[in-house]
């Protein structure tokens, strides 16, 4: 038998080191992955508009885009709308989930506060919240406070129905195991049903920020006088296509952005998963 064959048969620990270098392999093909396939696309969208093979006037070449985003930011026009949307992302962003998972505890820990709560839940959830974005103006003005609100009813509810299906779904024995032992109720809240609720509970913040973003877009471009929404849909108007595309990057730059470190932090709280 070859050396290799006897490292194989004889040297756990050699094993295990090739084991992680094809596991560390692989993930750097993954990760060289979702770098190739934005790049490609912008470089073939480049080559397409250079070559006049799609019209320029609707789909201006990547380069003179990200120009234009550095003239906006040399400006400072830029700065104000992506701060104002992201104060106003940050602030209904919290003030959907913070409300979302007490609730969406309490629902999967009580069954009366269950019965109390699904109706209405279920009632308001199939309603945009966009569609009431203009009673929501009228409520609070054309401030922050009324895109504050319309994000926060839109993340409110996935968080909690998220939330409170974690609990519910708890392993029996968990529950077995707290009453035998004697939990209290905080003890069983911190312990038990937090902890268990968690991986989907972080699934439903997942996607109430991705919600935020698309609330934050068509909010701002209803009575508002700065953001991101705002500059995409006054850029359309103005067929200012540049700076709109401007706008949509930035969306999509955010977007994705926020999912990478929710993703870090669930790897964090959850790192069995």
Request: glycine share 10%; charged share 15%.
């Amino acid at each position: 038998m070859d050396r290799r064959g006897t490292i194989e048969k004889h040297d756990p620990f050699e094993i295990e080191q090739q084991e992680w270098k094809r596991r560390q392999s692989k993930e750097r093909y993954k990760q060289l992955l979702t770098i190739v396939s934005p790049i490609f696309l912008l470089l073939l969208w480049e080559v397409l508009s250079r070559t006049g093979m799609i019209d320029t006037r609707f789909f201006p070449p990547p380069s003179a885009i990200i120009g234009t985003l550095f003239d906006m930011v040399a400006n400072g026009s830029l700065v104000k709308h992506v701060g104002v949307s992201l104060y106003r992302i940050f602030v209904g962003f919290l003030a959907g989930v913070i409300p979302g998972v007490i609730i969406g505890l309490l629902m999967g820990l009580y069954s009366p506060i269950r019965h109390l709560m699904q109706p209405i839940v279920m009632a308001l959830m199939p309603i945009p919240t966009l569609a009431l974005l203009p009673m929501i103006i009228i409520l609070f003005g054309i401030g922050d406070l009324s895109k504050v609100v319309t994000i926060a009813g839109s993340v409110f509810f996935p968080v909690v129905i998220n939330t409170a299906a974690g609990v519910m779904n708890i392993d029996q024995i968990y529950l077995d195991v707290a009453n035998n032992y004697g939990a209290g109720k905080l003890q069983f809240f911190y312990k038990i049903a937090l902890p268990g609720a968690l991986p989907v509970m972080l699934e439903g913040i997942q996607m109430g920020q991705a919600i935020a973003l698309l609330t934050i877009v068509a909010a701002e471009m209803m009575g508002a006088t700065s953001g991101i929404g705002y500059l995409i849909w006054t850029s359309y108007k103005a067929f200012l296509l540049q700076e709109m595309y401007v706008g949509l990057i930035l969306i999509s730059f955010f977007g994705y952005l926020f999912s990478v470190l929710l993703r870090g932090f669930q790897k964090k709280l959850l790192p069995w998963r």
